[in-house]
């Protein structure tokens, strides 16, 4: 071999080594770095498509109502359903400025079950004794829901018997 250094590895000097850029120590850093492609975030959503407002239930249409004309019972008499578990629907009438549980008191009258046992529901939110039928948005035409609550003793799994 001869002396020069510029010819490392090659036996006649004319040949050079050719030029690289990648060393070792680039090549075990490309190895180790992952490289993800860059993500596209969604700005605007989807735009909906004419079967997707069909397809809104009607206790939605009944609370977009109810947000459109908040004041529509502020005096007088109000009149809606309630809705049983079992699907049995009863027409009331009440006033807007009377409390829920003498809605509860009237229920009892009509379909004799305790107030104790009663939740009323309207829109997915539980109705409070000390809310007025208005302050609960109970306008005319709305759908309460009664859920009756009932007791599961140990008579009904057939293992004690209650006397």
Not at 50 to 63: P, V
Not at 86 to 98: I, M, V
Request: hydrophobic share 35%.
């Amino acid at each position: 071999m001869s002396g020069n250094s510029n010819n490392r590895g090659y036996s006649n000097g004319s040949q050079k080594r050719p030029h690289t850029y990648w060393t070792n120590a680039h090549a075990a850093r490309a190895a180790t770095t992952v490289h993800e492609p860059k993500r596209v975030l969604m700005i605007a959503p989807k735009p909906k498509r004419k079967r997707d407002y069909l397809a809104e239930s009607l206790e939605n249409y009944q609370r977009q109502l109810a947000e459109l004309r908040p004041f529509e019972s502020i005096r007088g008499p109000v009149h809606f359903t309630i809705r049983t578990s079992d699907g049995k629907e009863t027409p009331f009438k009440a006033n807007s400025s009377e409390l829920i549980y003498a809605l509860r008191v009237n229920i009892k009258k009509v379909l004799n079950v305790q107030p104790s046992d009663q939740k009323l529901m309207l829109h997915a939110s539980i109705l409070h004794d000390r809310q007025t039928i208005q302050q609960a948005r109970i306008f005319n035409g709305a759908v309460v829901q009664l859920l009756v609550k009932t007791n599961c003793n140990k008579l009904s799994y057939g293992e004690v018997p209650l006397y």
